[in-house]
């Protein structure tokens, strides 16, 4: 039995004329739980106080604010106005609003199986004992750093403008009448979508690390009955690598959708041409801080919250049916 921080047991002796005797033996545990004094909990406190007051500050209050507002007809000028879910119903008759979501969408489920599938390649690549493997994995990852920073969105825009990089590559080689890709409806969002592909650093070294993971002895094994290397990609690499895509999946799936840098310098700020780039956050700030709508914006901000954490809670749901944990 325990007794503050011992372990006692009762041990029996041989049997002997009389009844039997039992001999106690105890034994330290190696640490001891003893609740702090109060100078030692408020000590704690006293540091975690900055922490406590960012989180409200910072993160809740911004958050409930926005809830209320969502609520309300407020310019920054006045005092918020109650108009109960207007704004809601607002969205459903508003154009823009749902050329947004088009294009937010399109640009999700595009950029990101082609994203991940690019850095899954490179990591197989390196970890084959490709010489320099610092320096590549350094190399590499780089993007993930710069994409979605000012200078690469504006680097981006000259690239793949009317007299861009691109155009003059493509013209010295006697291809004519190239069109400025950031600048025509139907090439400017794919121009994102390489740039958001482009940032594959971050999720090959993360795929990288998995692959180093895995125990050579399976592949050894596989071979030994006769698997080549597709069979032993899709029976080992895949199955064992199935978390780590999961994260990869979850993780650039919630970025893609806070895209809003790249949109804004490629187009202005006004998600043309054509409102072929209007991301959805482009157009939530455009309401909030263009026309000084905050009541509609915060509303566009919530239900971008609701998207994302349905299709995040839908990606959870439906691992369970592809994703291998080791144990299952």
């Known amino acids: 039995m325990r007794c503050a921080g011992l372990l006692v047991t009762e041990e029996p002796q041989a049997p002997s004329e009389g009844p039997p005797v039992t001999t106690r033996r105890t034994r330290r545990w190696p640490f001891r739980l003893n609740r702090p004094s109060l100078g030692e909990s408020k000590v704690a406190y006293l540091f975690l106080t900055p922490w406590f007051l960012g989180l409200l500050l910072i ?3 911004p958050i409930l604010a926005s809830a209320y507002l969502s609520f309300t007809d407020y310019s920054l000028i006045g005092a918020p106005e109650w108009i109960g879910g207007d704004n809601y119903e607002r969205m459903l008759s508003d154009p823009r609003f749902f050329q947004a979501l088009k294009v937010t969408f399109t640009y999700v489920f595009v950029s990101v199986p082609l994203q991940l599938a690019f850095a899954l390649v490179l990591a197989l690549v390196l970890d084959k004992g490709v010489r320099g493997l610092a320096f590549y994995r350094s190399a590499y990852y780089l993007p993930s750093l710069l994409g979605a920073s000012v ?124 409102d072929s780039t209007l991301f959805y956050t482009l157009y939530l ?44």
């Open 285 to 328: 700030y455009q309401r909030g801080f263009g026309n000084f709508d905050m009541g509609y914006a915060s509303a566009l901000a919530w239900v971008l919250l609701l998207i994302v954490g349905g299709l995040t809670a839908v990606n959870f749901l439906a691992s369970k049916y592809w994703v291998f944990y080791g144990d299952d």
């Open 59 to 61: 993160t809740l209050g």
């Open 151 to 274: 200078a690469v969105a504006i680097l981006w825009r000259q690239i793949f403008g009317s007299n861009g990089l691109i155009n003059t590559a493509l013209g010295s080689i006697g291809i004519e009448g190239l069109p400025g890709w950031v600048s025509t409806p139907d090439y400017a969002l794919g121009t994102l979508i390489v740039l958001n592909v482009w940032t594959f650093g971050a999720p090959m070294v993360i795929f990288l690390a998995g692959l180093r993971q895995i125990p050579r002895m399976y592949y050894e094994a596989a071979a030994v009955d006769g698997a080549g290397r597709f069979r032993q990609f899709f029976t080992i690499t895949l199955p064992l690598l199935s978390p780590i895509i999961f994260f990869n999946l979850v993780l650039q799936t919630i970025s893609a959708f806070q895209t809003f840098t790249q949109s804004f310098i490629v187009s202005g700020g006004t998600g043309g041409p054509a």
